[in-house]
């Protein structure tokens, strides 16, 4: 059975298991299975090696008699990297082994959670203390400002399990990263680093280590500053740790006899007891920095907890472009450093105030984040299901996506790293920016913070489409720049066509979620130009039907009569025809019914070989990269569109049905071993199961196929397995989500980072509409409904709030968690 994310697991078992800490925008952190915090990419930067050495949580544990000493770090003993193919989740930093050679760890470190918040239960024989350790970042679906705060929030709940007091002090410790880089390895001459300051603040009942460098100026692109607090006032601070072994020395010369009370006099002292090692001073010498220690001092009777919070904050506003973007540079940006900010910057004028937000609000916050978690667990989709589908936000949330001083989203396909090499380097944001075809497949954002998902509309329409109609498939940064028109593009050349086709199936997704006619108004005549050239260039005889050369996702030219392009074609006439109707265009509404209909005939005609459809080329059509009679895994993905949409179907059930059979027999491969990987290798082991993205049982592979044909896509098997739990067809579909959630279940792949052209890639995004396959809920604003169509208890996102509705055989109630609610229940038709 597949390991549910939410069940106890040990961390020796899920060595490869991070779950980012951070929310939309604002960078963050991963919490490893073994409780150790790694992958810091605080500036927005990606970087999953990133490493902030010294950051963490230490333990100094006492008991008096019998007599018992031990200075641990706060995890399990880090697990050697499970070294699967393209992922680097499972790496150590160096420090931090180093550090396991010479500290305690725990014996036992048990990770279980539901995204966005990690538990780590960490316990050891040699010892009655347990360790139940929680951290999140605050979430709120709907909410982007909830949802974007730039910090990490840690709860410590300590409990004696003997029968013997214990004492001790628990300590959290972060380096001043300001002015680091993101990418290059923290050591004693690290550029950036150097007139790195820490102070102490008090009050409120927090103790807080303020970090900053102002040997930058304050425009300077790595400039920051960071927080780390903890909820005791009279904590015992190092504000200007120099290492490990000053750490050592601060935690092994704490005392019950501590001088706390000095501090009712004597509030700036940062370490009231005597008998302690001397703090450092002044700014961090160059190429090095200062740790930012707070401790703090418990005493537990037997059978007692304690509960300790502490925070980590930060702020790096000035995100400048920072990636090699596609298309020709010109000679008018020199060698500008173009500014684009971060959202977050604009609320928070520094951690400082992150950090007061942080404490004012932490209740409300815990709790915001824990109505969604226990909505997810408490639905009728099941442990697994819910906590899948819970991980899907943590894309939108990874350094993948970011959103710009000017308030628009941005999103890379993914974060460089192990799986970019052969092409690019490991930091970064992989292939910028916005791509149309990659983004096609998402559906997290969308269902999540629809708003977000409506402003990427927006930047289509109003940057990046063509005057012609077309919309390039890439945005160049920031978009007052000339965007890429005429230019070669890249991955493929030409606008892609499927990007474009996604466009008009967003649109009419956007408006479901809550647009408003006055949105959909104001993007007609630009939806109307895109639809105008798809016709003129790829349907002139108006029958229907794509041909010609097809840009797609595959990084190729499409030819000929195919159906990935003519599935999604179908789907967005039919959404066009939609959307015409809302804006009271008959006339258009007519004409894209008839092509509609002459198409989804024709397409069936032409293709469908009695089990599947196929690619039928045209005389003079390329003939290389092309799949011909092959077995593509995306073949009816218009299809898949159609559902999301509620238009029914585009082609004939029972063929759609019967090509999603023929997909999952003939391209789920159990075991990859013996497997000839020509391009990049996502599926790796005898054990993995994975869905190939075309195959050719009966023979008949093309010399050159199509690009990727023998790789593992997440995406496209989220796709498929959703697809299939529309038609019905649950022993498929659950065929394909067992192999993908085997291969992520944290053992050799994260189950938070599902890898293709990057990390945390957008593709596989597509795994939110397995919610709606399973439950059958539907929101659409135009028509004011919820639809349902299945009993059980289901989560709804709307424009307005969210919550839950609970439907049985005779009635369906709907509950709002957070907002209102202004829909109205109706049974599916059918």
Known sequence: MTQALRSSILH????????????????????????????????????????????GFWLRLSRIEPPFDSVAMVQGRPVADPAASLTTDGEIPAWMSEAADRFDTFSSARFSGTYPIAEVALTDERHPLRIDMRVLNPMVPGNVEVSGIPTGMFAFTLTNTGDIPVHGTLAGSLLNASGWDGITPITDRTPGLGGNVNRLRRGGGWTRVVMDNPSLTEAHQHAGQLVLAADDESAAVVARCAGLEHLRAFLESRALNNGLSRLSVAPTLADPQRNAPQDGAGASPDGRSWIGVVGVPFWIEPGESRTIRFSMSWHFPNRMVDVEQFGRSSPEWGASSFYLGNAYGLRFIDAVDVQSAVERDWDELVARTEAWTSLLRGSSFGEETADRLAAQAAYVRSPTCFVGADGRFYGYEGSLGASTTMWSGRFGG?????????????????????????????????????????????????????????????????????????????????????????????????????????????????????????????DIDLAGVNPFMGTLWLAALRAYEELALLVRDDDAATEARVRFESGSRLYDELLFDGRHYIQALDEGDPTDFQWRTGVLSDQVIGQWWAHQLGLGHILPAEHVRSALRHIVATNLRHGFADFAHPYRVYADSAEDVGLLMCSWPDGGRPDVPT???????????????????????????????????????????????????????????????????????????????????????????????YGWVDVDEDDAVMHVVEGSNDLVVERARG
């Open 430 to 554: 992989s292939c910028p920016l916005n791509c149309t075809h990659v983004w096609q497949y998402e559906a997290a954002l969308a269902g999540l913070w629809p708003t977000l998902e409506r402003d990427m509309r927006d930047t289509e329409f109003d940057v990046m489409q063509r005057a012609d109609g077309a919309i390039p498939h890439r945005l160049r940064v920031p978009t007052y720049l000339t965007q890429m028109g005429a230019e070669l593009i890249g991955g493929p050349e030409e606008p892609a066509l499927d990007g474009m086709l996604a466009t008009i199936l967003k649109s009419l997704r956007d408006m479901q979620r809550g647009a408003g006619e006055a949105w959909l108004s104001r993007r007609w005549e630009s939806l109307t130009r895109l639809y105008r050239h798809i016709c003129e260039r790829w349907d002139a005889d108006g029958d229907g039907v794509l041909r010609g050369i097809q840009p797609s996702t595959h």
């Open 12 to 55: 020796s078992e899920a060595p490869a298991l991070a779950m980012p800490i951070g929310g939309i925008g604002t960078g963050g952190f991963a919490v490893n299975a073994d409780g150790s915090l790694r992958q810091w990419q605080l500036s927005g930067m990606p970087n999953h090696r990133g490493a902030l050495p010294g950051t």
């Open 707 to 801: 690009r990727y044909a023998d790789e593992v896509w997440t995406g496209v098997e989220w796709q498929v397995a959703a697809h299939c739990l529309f038609e019905g067809l649950e022993e498929e579909g659950a065929a394909v989500l067992e192999g993908l959630w085997r291969r992520h279940d944290g053992s050799r792949r994260n189950p938070y980072n599902e890898i293709e052209c990057g990390d945390h890639y957008a593709r596989a995004m597509a795994g939110w509409t397995l919610a709606q396959a399973r439950s059958g809920v539907r929101v659409d604003h135009t028509a004011g409904v919820l639809i349902v169509d299945r009993p059980g208890r289901w989560p709804w996102i709307s424009a307005t709030g």
